[in-house]
């Protein structure tokens, strides 16, 4: 596809397109599940599936939410759902049920697809434990169950349906960068022409394998990693759930030449005890993101997974996701000090977090970034959407420098949020929970550095007078209620918080003091 051609297009149409000059180009690989799909058998089953949804009566911009790991049933109906407008809303698989009830409640969503169960959690019953109060949730689909059904031969075709490029097509919650999740709305036109930006800036071609290990769910599966590589006419090879040795086999088996992670990824796949035994020479390139790249990783990657070619990308989910990302060619040193430089058609500067005003290069300030890539804004969270977005700019909440050259460094956060191994912990959300025990008067989260995770979350708390708690108790009371993300990994118990003058609590100081109780390999989990 072309740049312009992207602009005009929808995600329905992306999978058409393909089909018509690709039809019998494998596009879908699930080595697990020994499943393998063509182009044209993809637009096929979407198409199909697309017919049925509407036929039940599903209409332009309703939700759909999809709560699952990574199956085919996944990606036809992110194209399915596309093709008559309906938005496909994204359900995190680590949500448990209170979280998974404010989503679909927040969000409005018709329908609800999800597996039985993934991971140890029975999903059905988590569903089942709060569906009294989704009265909007019409539709449950049972994957792969019902899909038979989705997916039936419809003897119809779909009346013309007025879609639009800016049209609402994808919901995922994220965060962000205060308080509790947001539904960030974003149209075919910014998933599209970002996906098409990244992988035209990474090289891929209608030529290239991509090894996705990333959770559908997340917007550098979905959208970086589904959409880009077909906005190239490339293959994908998806696993099912990241596993370091299943990842680096299909790497070897079908020749993989692109890989997308997290740095916990690829540290796990380069400490897997065969993995010498491996052949990756095919790889060549690809993406590392979700938290800073430690030098050693990246040099290893390069080394001794010979992706000579891997970038660093830098984004958020309210941005599509990508905002900046290195070069294939840039040295080791730009690869894994800075995030690259602005994505195609993406502006971005460095401001003064307090006045808003531009500051000169090589100041720290908040990064903001301008462009097609940013979000239309929170669902029904106008405020919050104004707050985010000013002037048509974003405010990332991110504090960076950028030099001479435009290369970006991350350096710290402007706001509370955590980001966990790519996952967005917002503390408050935890502190309510928190303080829903009997035994807790007062606690405050905040993040610690991690090599593995890039942050974990850590966690000050006050008991009340004569009570006891543990740690692992509190850890106990979280699980279940939280995703396992969002479970503090380190609790500490005071008698007083450090605060400002005025009485606001200082999580930077606490993370100070954190560092000097936990000084070692603790420190460095």
Not at 68 to 80: K, S, V
Not at 182 to 208: E, P, Q, Y
Not at 436 to 441: G, K, V
Request: aromatic share 8%; proline share 6%.
């Amino acid at each position: 596809m072309s740049n312009t051609a992207v602009q005009l297009s929808t995600v329905g149409n992306l999978i058409r397109d393909l089909a018509k000059k690709h039809p019998s180009r494998t596009a879908l690989v699930f080595p697990e599940l020994n499943a393998r799909y063509t182009f044209a058998e993809l637009d096929d089953l979407s198409e199909r599936v697309a017919r049925n949804l509407y036929r039940a009566g599903f209409r332009k911009g309703d939700r759909f939410a999809i709560w699952a790991n990574n199956i085919p049933e996944w990606i036809i109906l992110e194209f399915a759902t596309a093709k008559i407008g309906v938005i496909l809303l994204t359900v995190n698989t680590s949500l448990r049920r209170n979280e998974v009830q404010y989503v679909l409640a927040q969000s409005g969503a018709r329908a609800l697809a999800l597996v039985r169960s993934f991971r140890g959690v029975n999903f059905m019953e988590e569903l089942e434990a709060v569906r009294g109060s989704l009265p909007e949730l019409k539709e449950v689909f049972i994957l792969p169950d019902d899909f038979d059904v989705l997916a039936a031969p419809a003897d119809f075709e779909l009346p013309p349906i007025p879609l639009d490029p800016l049209d609402c097509i994808n919901m995922q919650y994220t965060s962000g960068t205060t308080g509790f999740p947001k539904g960030v709305m974003l149209s075919h036109n910014n998933i599209l022409r970002n996906a098409f930006n990244t992988m035209t800036n990474l090289g891929m071609t209608s030529s290239d394998v991509l090894c996705l290990k990333i959770p559908l769910f997340h917007c550098f599966g979905c959208i970086t990693g589904v959409l880009g590589a077909y906005t190239r006419g490339a293959q994908i090879v998806c696993l099912t759930e990241f596993n370091p040795g299943r990842a680096l086999e299909a790497i070897q088996n079908h020749r993989c030449t692109v890989v997308f992670g997290v740095p916990t990824m690829f540290i796990a796949e380069l400490n897997h005890p065969d993995f010498d035994k491996f052949d990756l020479s095919s790889l060549r390139t690809g993406i590392m993101g979700g938290a800073p790249c430690p030098r050693e990783v990246m040099k290893a990657v390069v080394e001794k997974m010979g992706a000579r070619h891997m970038t660093v990308g830098y984004g958020l989910t309210e941005a599509s996701p990508g905002v900046s990302q290195t070069r294939p060619d840039d040295p080791l040193d730009l690869r894994v000090g800075t995030v690259g430089i602005a994505g195609t058609d993406v502006e971005v500067k460095i401001v003064d977090p307090v006045t808003g005003d531009e500051l000169p290069r090589g100041s720290e300030g908040e990064l903001i970034t301008r462009g097609y890539h940013v979000m239309l804004g929170y669902y029904n969270m106008p405020d919050e959407t104004s707050r985010a977005v000013r002037g048509g700019w974003l405010h990332t909440g991110d504090l960076a420098t950028m030099d001479a050259r435009g290369y970006i460094r991350i350096t710290g956060r402007s706001k509370d949020v955590i980001i966990r191994g790519g996952e967005n912990v917002a503390p408050r959300e935890i502190e309510e929970l928190l303080l829903t025990h009997p035994a807790i008067r007062e606690a405050y989260v905040y993040g610690v550095p991690s090599d593995l995770f890039g942050q974990q979350v850590a966690v000050a708390v006050q008991l009340r007078d004569g009570a006891l708690l543990t740690a692992d108790a509190l850890q106990d009371f979280c699980r279940g209620k939280l995703a396992r993300f969002k479970v503090p990994e380190f609790v500490d118990f005071v008698s007083e918080f450090p605060a400002t003058a005025s009485g606001k609590v200082q999580r930077y100081k606490l993370a100070e003091t954190w560092a000097a109780l936990h000084q070692g390999p603790q420190g460095n989990q």
